[in-house]
């Protein structure tokens, strides 16, 4: 407890930073500073949802099939998957607003946990697509643009099969870029959920469970937009 | 000069460690503006000695003197460094870094550490990209257009683009840094419309960084997939479309211009006031412009597609659109010379900077609405018109500027001194060696000169020969404060806390200002530029 005599008073919170004047103001320039990331993050994202816009519009039918392609029930686990570790998430902030430690470590890993089979998932999904690619073989099946691209699974030729190389362009686009801000972020949950753990948060200061929780519904947004344009397009 | 006066302080933000780790590692939002400093002199000296490259090459028309490739990642070397790694970051990150905390009654930016952060993220993008310019080179231009970027170009795109899209995120993190400190760490009493115009400039400028940098940083991200992974997103053989590389890359790359001016512009109404002895004509109007442009920058992105293919339509909504923002950018102006009118005007080194921005800042301004025009347009597009042009706003406006501001606030920042003369000798240098180098170029441009070739007609010689004068004088004109400034460093006179008896919270503290900038946060209690009143602590004799 030195560090508190160090800043001269014993009001001072520890996790309080010199450049701040109450945590107060710390936690909402925290929080602030999380939306403008999320803000920036749409944007980030925004580009990709403009190209599929674009070319959606343009290529209606490739689309369709390409879509009709995916399997909308994985698609559909999936989304079930990351709904439930939004849910754990928000436990677990919730936990952390009223001072259950346990709680909040249990409901954390839950969310990691969930996560990961939302990732387990997504790695066998791209599997399919991609292992055809490779061998000497007539690579049918292989839905990685580029020139072993086959596209008579989606029964299109011609033009279409190159309007199908977009449509999973965006497919392997969006969803990794999804995937890569989930990978991102369970290692930052796994810190947090080992500073709870040892005791740093309280009701009076767990902004980083709420920071992180923020992050992580963002991401579930994403791809609650994502699952129905890349997966339910072709199916009406 | 009072005798008190002549040390510098005994406690100051530069005394805090010498040694390499107390630089590298600190979250002092000073030092980290320093850090910038360094970095960004650095990138503009490489970006300078490809501009020299290119005006020694058009010295001569038959292209003799270079390759055309070699030409193309000459050009290309110059607008990628001063764009991403100069333009971008020049006053925002140095002296908005800087003061912006000081200004605002704060003892730091909100997020230190983020804020040490971006300046590693921008090293590590810029080492990447110097490194794509050196083993190998990149001939897209800074355009990075489609398709010959992603299909057709055999240098180095790939780690070029990958240099750009991270040095993006440190402007993003700066620009979220900025507006949650602008947000939440005002000092009591510092109402919204009693903060500098500074601080209003760069809080506009950093919405533009949030919100329009992710848009490039995903799009040049797709150019660098598209060579890598085939994606087919801007290749017409599979139906891509390379337009819409365009409208993305511009959706940012517009708003970038006003990343460049709108700090500067920040700048100009702090020193035009002070100079003046006069309480700034139209505060708010200056305040709501700065918002105003920000938000109709995001608007005008496709006047850089008239002859792309664009329906008419668009085209003419467009044109409309980028006139509108001559009247916040004019709003700037009027108030500007109003504010001198009637004051008490002193022609120190930071004022003629600002005469000079204004002067030219207009001529880049109306310049501007030619191209806007759908007509001219179509004569004007990718001639040297247009090179002229930017280069108006982005030197004659954004550099300018800095170099305004370096020296207003030189003191504050260093404690000392540089040596007024050689600030007034090199401020006409550059002034002159400017209009010298790119004014002949709007001829050229007229005549029909286009850019981006090696080799030109022979009758464009003598303009030619002209904007590489101008460009060797302008080249002194830069080197000569980076001599007589970094000799201040050293051997300059204390300049006192307050040497040109300016207003605002970053003049009342001592210079250089210690580690925690305020002993106390200080209280608030009067208009913004109360020039009327005497100033606080006047260390002018």
Known sequence: MSELAAHGGAEHHPALQHHFTSLEQQRAASSLGMWVFIAQEVLFFGGLFATYTVYRTQYPDAFSAGSHHLSWKIGFFNTLVLIGSSLTMAMGVYSAATGKKNRVVGFILATILLGSVFLGVKYFEYGDKIRPCFGDGSHAGCLVPGERFDASALHL???AAGHAQIFFSLYFGMTGLHALHMIIGIPILLLIAYWSWRGRYSPEYHTPVELVGLYWHFVDIVWIFLFPLLYLIGSH | MTSERQTLPEEHYLKAGWDLKSWLLTTDHKRIGLLYLVSITFMFAIGSLYAGIVRFNLLVPDGSQMSAEAYNKAFTGHGVVMVFFFLIPSIP????????PLMIGAKDLAFPRINLLSWYIYVVGAALTMWALVTGGLDTGWTF????????????????????????????????????????????GLSWFRLPLFVWAHYATSIIQVLGTPVIAITILLVA????????????NRGGDPILFQHLFWFYSHPAVYIMILPSMGVISEIVTCFSRKRIFGYSFIAMSSLAIAALGFLVWAHHLFVSGMSVYSAMVFSALSFLVAVPSAIKTFNWTATLYRGSVKWDTPMIYVFCFIGLFLIGGLTGLFLASLGVDVHLTDTYFVVAHFHYIMVGGAIMGYLGGLHFWWPKITGRKYVEAWGK?????????????FFPQFVLGYLGMPRRYHAYPEEFQILNVLSTAGATILGFGYLFPFSYLTHSVFRGEPAGDNPWGAKGLE??????????????IPVVTEEPYDYASPPKEAARV
């Open chain 2, 425 to 437: 000798v090199s401020s006409l240098l550059v002034f002159v060696g400017f209009n010298l180098t």
């Open chain 2, 507 to 520: 003049w009342t503290t001592q210079s250089p200002p210690t580690t925690h900038n305020f002993d106390l």
């Open chain 1, 157 to 159: 030729a011609g033009p």
């Open chain 2, 225 to 236: 997939l598209e060579r890598i992974f085939h994606f087919g997103f801007f290749d017409p």
């Open chain 2, 145 to 188: 257009y489609t398709p010959y970027s992603t299909a057709l170009s055999e240098s180095n795109v790939e780690l070029a683009a990958i240099g750009i899209f991270i040095a993006g995120f440190s402007s993003i993190l700066t620009g979220l840094n900025f507006i949650v400190t602008i947000h939440k760490m005002r000092a009591p």
């Open chain 2, 93 to 100: 990150a140095t002296l908005g870094n800087f003061l912006i």
